[in-house]
């Protein structure tokens, strides 16, 4: 009996739980790829989520490849 509902628990934490801790939801997601005439590579990558508690985290990531000479 202890058996079946400990099972019975476990599943409905595993399945209610899910609900419970929410997911980041993406706003905005933009990627950027330049390339100039020397062949210098600019990306620059752009997110905006929200999170689980409301709060609004924004990333912003910027890379510049410049070829050997």
């Known amino acids: 009996m202890?058996?079946?509902i400990l099972i019975t628990v476990l599943t409905a934490f595993s399945f209610?739980?899910?609900?419970?801790?929410?997911?980041?939801?993406?706003i905005?997601?933009?990627?950027?790829?330049?390339v100039k005439d020397?062949?210098?590579?600019?990306?620059?990558?752009?997110?905006?989520?929200?999170e689980a508690?409301?709060?609004i985290k924004k990333t912003e990531e910027k890379k510049v490849d410049v070829?050997?000479?």
């Open 38 to 50: 020397d062949g210098t590579v600019k990306k620059t990558e752009e997110k905006v989520v929200r």
């Open 67 to 69: 070829p050997n000479k």
């Open 16 to 26: 209610g739980g899910l609900g419970l801790v929410g997911c980041d939801e993406t």
């Open 28 to 34: 905005k997601e933009e990627k950027k790829v330049e």
């Open 2 to 4: 202890k058996t079946r």
């Open 53 to 55: 508690d409301g709060t």
